[in-house]
């Protein structure tokens, strides 16, 4: 069976861009995990959470068959998400405040993803199917949270 480069390395571009937006879901949800007072909505968060660290560790293994480290998230964007959530959280740390945050870091998230699906059409059936359930893991967090806002 003769490999086709296009298609390996869409493959390990769509899996980079997942493995970063995991790991940046994953840590949004760490830093305002504590604030959370309603139990329902940190049960919510946890969960997204739970699933995050589960496709992460499908994202490795196929991450490791092709040889690949895998990709942090971007240290600017995540330093801006980090210095945004502490603002709005000195302001007002209340869960209408965490809620909105969440929803605003799904949607960017589904929109990047989103863009790499379309972008890396030439990836393989396995990855293209962990990439949209990663968007509805996101998408499913907007409204399981929508309560909140």
């Known amino acids: 069976m ?10 390990v571009k769509l899996l980079r861009e997942c493995d970063a ?4 879901g994953v840590d949004s949800i760490e830093d305002v995990l ?8 940190k049960k919510a968060l946890s969960e997204c959470k739970r699933q ?45 405040t965490i809620a909105d945050l969440m929803t605003d870091g799904c949607n960017m998230g ?8 379309n972008q890396y059409k030439s990836a393989d059936e396995k990855s ?10 996101e998408l499913q967090l907007t409204d399981d949270i929508r309560q909140y806002l």
């Open 2 to 11: 003769q490999h086709n480069t296009g298609k390996d390395g869409d493959t």
């Open 21 to 24: 937006g995991i790991k940046m």
């Open 34 to 41: 504590d604030d959370v007072h309603d139990e329902s909505f």
């Open 52 to 96: 995050h660290e589960k496709l992460g560790i499908e994202v490795g293994e196929l991450l490791d068959v092709h040889s690949d480290e895998g990709k942090n998230p971007n240290p600017i964007a995540k330093s801006m998400s980090w210095i945004k959530t502490e603002a709005k959280m000195m302001a007002d740390p209340s869960d209408a």
């Open 110 to 117: 589904v929109k990047s993803l989103s863009r790499y699906f």
């Open 128 to 137: 293209r199917r962990l990439c949209e359930r990663l968007v509805d893991i």
